[in-house]
């Protein structure tokens, strides 16, 4: 039977989460957001909000102290001889490869689009939006004011840009890296769900 793999990446306040969970019902197929990281955690020992933290609070350091080492998180294993970073990606990546072997699924986040790269099934998304409806998201989701919404989309779109390029090696949203993307702004979360939905039967994904 063909499995339907779904990995979404998504801008901070582009609808995501909401969309994922729309998508689950729809397709009645689970979605794994915050389940990844509590099962790395339990693979890898590490806090899970500490694996949490990392995709959006990544620095520039981060960066330069990741390409400063010659190790290859994408294939390896949790291992407590190499920087936590890396024990913590790779214990994400071991998670997402074993819940998509296991059968359809909707990932979120965690470079899934990267970690999946050469699984048949997988379909790859990112979402956007504009940056008015992004601010007034955080805005309401986080009770902030203005000034200090745009500084929390700013970080973590900048830790999240850190995190993917660090491990990944390439641009956090680029193209060529995703098979659809798509303006939540335009499409609004409904038409978001349609739209990939649409594209899972015409290319047979299910």
Avoid at 26 to 36: A, D, F, T
Avoid at 69 to 74: G, R
Avoid at 161 to 185: C, F, K, M, P, Q
Wanted: glycine residues 8%.
């Amino acid at each position: 039977m063909k499995r339907t793999i779904i990995a979404i990446s998504r801008e901070h306040g582009a609808g995501g989460t909401a969309i994922g969970k729309k998508l689950s019902e729809e397709l009645g197929i689970p979605v794994y957001e915050r389940k990844v990281i509590e099962l790395a955690a339990e693979k890898s020992g590490l806090s899970a909000d500490y694996i949490g933290s990392l995709e959006e609070n990544s620095s520039r350091s981060f960066l330069f102290n990741l390409v400063s080492h010659s190790y290859s998180p994408a294939s390896m294993l949790p291992q407590y001889d190499v920087p936590v970073t890396f024990s913590a990606y790779a214990a994400q990546g071991q998670v997402i490869r074993e819940l998509a072997a296991a059968g359809s699924c909707i990932v979120i986040g965690r470079c899934a689009e990267y970690i999946l790269r050469d699984d048949p099934d997988v379909l790859t998304v990112f979402l956007r939006a504009d940056r008015e409806d992004r601010i007034a998201y955080v805005m309401k989701e986080s009770g902030l004011d203005r000034k200090a919404a745009e500084q929390k989309l700013k970080q973590i779109d900048r830790g999240r840009a850190n995190y993917y390029r660090g491990y990944t090696g390439d641009e956090w949203g680029s193209v060529e890296n995703h098979d659809l993307s798509i303006n939540t702004s335009v499409s609004g979360i409904d038409g978001a769900v349609k739209l990939i939905v649409d594209l899972i039967e015409a290319t047979g994904r299910m």
